[in-house]
């Protein structure tokens, strides 16, 4: 039998349960991308692939990680670093990709979020943060799912764009 999606699964280990929905997502994220770059072989042509134009599937694992790290950066109430600056322009470029370094990238985004979680006292989930350099307002809360959701919007597209690009290899 298949495993449940990681909604299913339970309460994960020192997560407050009003964060354990996006906990969820973010173990689904992680889960999704070692499924289609790692267990079902996209090659580095692959995830470099843009049918049609789209993102290619290399470019949302990039985003995944990249965006996970910016935004819980602003969850704790800190400006980006200049390398996470540089680090997001660079999530656009292509060139040689390593399946196996992409999905890291992201297993090690989704494990630092879920770390800052458990961290997170429940008491500080409303207080004020500002986004970005316009210092746009947010909550800690709100950053904390927005970081899930839209790894979950990007999980999604990776997903699409890799079986487009799966069901135009051909056969030798």
Known sequence: MEEPEAWLRGPIAGIDP???????????????????????????????ARPGGVAAVAFHLRHI?????????YARGEKLSDDQRAAAAEETAGGAVDPASLVGGVSKAVEAALEQMRETPRVSLTEARAVGRAGLPSTVIGLLFHLAEHAQRHAGQALTTAKIVRGTRTSA
């Open 18 to 48: 009003l964060l354990m929905p996006a906990a969820h997502a973010l173990l689904q994220v992680r889960e999704e991308a070692e499924r289609v770059v790692i267990k079902e072989g996209l090659s580095p042509d692959e995830l470099e």
């Open 65 to 73: 990680a990249g965006s996970i790290d910016r935004l819980a950066t």
